[in-house]
């Protein structure tokens, strides 16, 4: 297993969530760039948001309008982990969560192209209720 997703689980829209996603480490370094996706049934996967490298030791991040706000992404290299803080949740946000990783920095117009991305997780499912 190369990435490992974790933390989806039953909650209450308004309610928040933390998911994770644990890389190992030949496919995670600091100038990796790291995404979630999610999707819900009977949908097509869809981006949620990337954090990728900008130069340096800077970061930057970008979001798909519907989470912009309420969800955050953030990374610690340390741990090789990346990670999804998702608030103010709503039942449309019920949705199978992947994470997804590239060796690439990808230009931010390609960030939300699933073809950019190497490695994927399992996904874990988020389910919001109302």
């Known amino acids: 297993v190369q990435l490992q997703a974790s933390g989806g689980g039953l909650v209450r829209a308004r309610e928040s969530l933390r998911l994770s996603c644990v890389a190992s480490?030949?496919?995670?370094?600091?100038?990796?760039?790291m995404a979630w996706f999610r999707q819900a049934p009977g949908k097509e996967r869809e981006f949620v948001g990337a954090?990728?490298?900008?130069?340096?030791?800077?970061?930057?991040?970008r979001y798909v309008d519907d989470v912009k706000g309420r969800f955050t992404i953030s990374r610690d290299n340390s741990k090789i982990t990346v990670y999804l803080q998702m608030g103010s949740l709503k039942p449309e946000d019920t949705a199978v969560y992947y994470c997804a990783a590239t060796y690439r920095t990808p230009v931010i117009s390609a960030l939300s192209n699933a073809g950019m991305y190497d490695y994927w997780g399992q996904g874990t499912l988020v389910t919001v209720s109302s």
């Open positions: 480490g030949n496919i995670f370094s600091s100038t990796s760039t």
């Open positions: 954090v990728r490298l900008r130069s340096g030791y800077m970061y930057e991040r």
